[in-house]
T-cell receptor
Framework: GQQVMQIPQYQHVQEGEDFTTYCNSSTTLSNIQWYKQRPGGHPVFLIQLVKSGEVKKQKRLTFQFGEAKKNSSLHITATQTTDVGTYFCAGGDSGGSNYKLTFGKGTLLTVNP | DAGVIQSPRHEVTEMGQEVTLRCKPISGHDYLFWYRQTMMRGLELLIYFNNNVPIDDSGMPEDRFSAKMPNASFSTLKIQPSEPRDSAVYFC??????????????FGEGSRLTVL
């Protein structure tokens, strides 16, 4: 079945440093979504990418979808303490009989003020 | 607007007991998903419904787990009998669209289950 790998598992940064998390799929994806989960909270949708090579920005966050639609990344510029949380990618796979959205295990970001 | 509503928020039970988790999706959303989150396995899709019909239940761990959606505004996930390895946070999520055009998932606050 489809596997979505996410690295790193953990990342600790000083406030102001940049942060990147990477997502890789074993199969070609139809789309990819990114979510953020604060400690003790629930996942909250950030963005969806659909097109090959797509790049989207949300303030200090930059999301990319690979040309082959098998990988994606989330980059945060100049992290702030409010960025703390676990960032999940979720890959959409329409290859089987039913569409599936498979989550990576997430990257836990902690920020030292 | 109210988001996805789940109950109970916390449940502690003993092995062998029946557990029922409840979910009210956002009104107008046609898709409802049940996920389980653990440290070891992350977020796993258990089952999802479209217009109250189960579409994919391949993630349901075993026969002890069952899910129903009797109407557009209510779903249940039942574990009978429960086991300690079922301890996890169970999230319900709903979305306006699904399939190839699955839009954002709106997650509930989750139900934290502890089976002793």
């Amino acid at each position: 079945g489809q596997q979505v790998m996410q690295i790193p598992q953990y990342q600790h940064v000083q406030e102001g440093e940049d942060f990147t998390t990477y997502c890789n799929s074993s199969t070609t994806l139809s789309n990819i979504q990114w979510y953020k989960q604060r400690p003790g909270g629930h996942p909250v949708f950030l963005i969806q990418l659909v097109k090959s090579g797509e790049v989207k920005k949300q303030k200090r966050l930059t999301f990319q979808f690979g040309e082959a639609k098998k990988n994606s990344s989330l980059h945060i510029t100049a992290t702030q303490t409010t960025d703390v949380g676990t960032y999940f990618c979720a890959g959409g796979d329409s290859g089987g009989s039913n569409y599936k959205l498979t989550f990576g295990k997430g990257t836990l970001l902690t920020v030292n003020p | 607007d109210a988001g996805v509503i789940q109950s109970p928020r916390h449940e502690v039970t003993e092995m062998g007991q029946e557990v029922t988790l409840r979910c009210k999706p956002i009104s107008g959303h046609d898709y409802l998903f049940w996920y389980r989150q653990t440290m070891m396995r992350g977020l796993e899709l258990l089952i999802y419904f479209n217009n109250n019909v189960p579409i994919d239940d391949s993630g349901m761990p075993e026969d002890r787990f069952s899910a129903k959606m009797p109407n557009a505004s209510f779903s249940t996930l039942k574990i009978q009998p429960s086991e300690p390895r079922d301890s996890a946070v169970y999230f319900c999520a709903s979305s306006l669209t699904g399939g190839l055009n699955t839009g954002e998932l709106f997650f509930g606050e989750g139900s934290r289950l502890t089976v002793l």
